[in-house]
T-cell receptor, first 115, second 112 residues
Framework: EPEVTQTPSHQVTQMGQEVILRCVPI?????FYWYRQILGQKVEFLVS????????KSEIFDDQFSVERPDGSNFTLKIRSTKLEDSAMYFC?????????????FGPGTRLLVL | GIQVEQSPPDLILQEGANSTLRCNFS?????LQWFHQNPWGQLINLFY???GTKQNGRLSATTVATERYSLLYISSSQTTVSGVFFC??????????????FGIGTKLQVIP
């Protein structure tokens, strides 16, 4: 069964450093998403991406964040200058244009710790 | 935006007990998913269930879309299902794109 994969599974970084979180969506999917979950809190929507552009972003997704689809398979989330409060689990998801239920398939997540 | 409420927020079950988790949502949706988050933080999709009833082992789910709620039934609970159960609903945003909103979750602990 096809699945969304994410790398790395864990990342520790120093405050102020740039991090890039990587996702490989399901191959025929065209919609991509990033979510985050701060420890002990609910999962929050960050951004959705379609046709090489952001289709929606939340108030969390400020200028420190950017997304990119650098090639035909990867979808990345970049945090330019990490802050302590960026420590969270980051989930990538993708969905199929042709799926009438528009189900989002979630990756296993990347746990980011900013020190 | 769509509001998603889950109840109860916390639940302790004796192993082998049954229980029902509820998810209420404030607007019509075109998709609803139940997830289990294990103690390592991984989100596992349990059901895609915008309407109707589905079963998967000791878990089953029913969504009544017209009344804007979904129920997750846990039967003969095992310690392995300890974790957090999330309901997530999908609807179209103003730009015509899919947006998923999560509830705050039900934290379940199954004790031997």
């Amino acid at each position: 069964e096809p699945e969304v994969t994410q790398t790395p599974s864990h990342q520790v970084t120093q405050m102020g450093q740039e991090v890039i979180l990587r996702c490989v969506p399901i191959s025929n999917h065209l919609y991509f998403y990033w979510y985050r979950q701060i420890l002990g809190q609910k999962v929050e929507f960050l951004v959705s991406f379609y046709n090489n552009e952001i289709s929606e972003k939340s108030e969390i997704f400020d200028d420190q964040f950017s997304v990119e689809r650098p090639d035909g398979s990867n979808f990345t989330l970049k945090i330019r200058s990490t802050k302590l409060e960026d420590s969270a689990m980051y989930f990538c998801a993708s969905s199929d244009l042709m799926d009438p239920q528009e189900t989002q398939y979630f990756g296993p997540g990347t746990r980011l710790l900013v020190l | 935006g769509i509001q998603v409420e889950q109840s109860p927020p916390d639940l302790i079950l004796q192993e082998g007990a049954n229980s029902t988790l509820r998810c209420n949502f404030s607007d019509s949706v075109n998709n609803l998913q139940w997830f289990h988050q294990n103690p390592w933080g991984q989100l596992i999709n349990l059901f895609y269930i915008p309407s109707g009833t589905k079963q998967n082992g000791r878990l089953s789910a029913t969504t009544v879309a017209t009344e804007r709620y979904s129920l997750l039934y846990i039967s003969s609970s095992q310690t392995t299902v300890s974790g957090v159960f999330f309901c997530a609903v999908g609807g179209m945003n103003s730009g015509g794109y899919q947006k998923v909103t999560f509830g705050i979750g039900t934290k379940l602990q199954v004790i031997p």
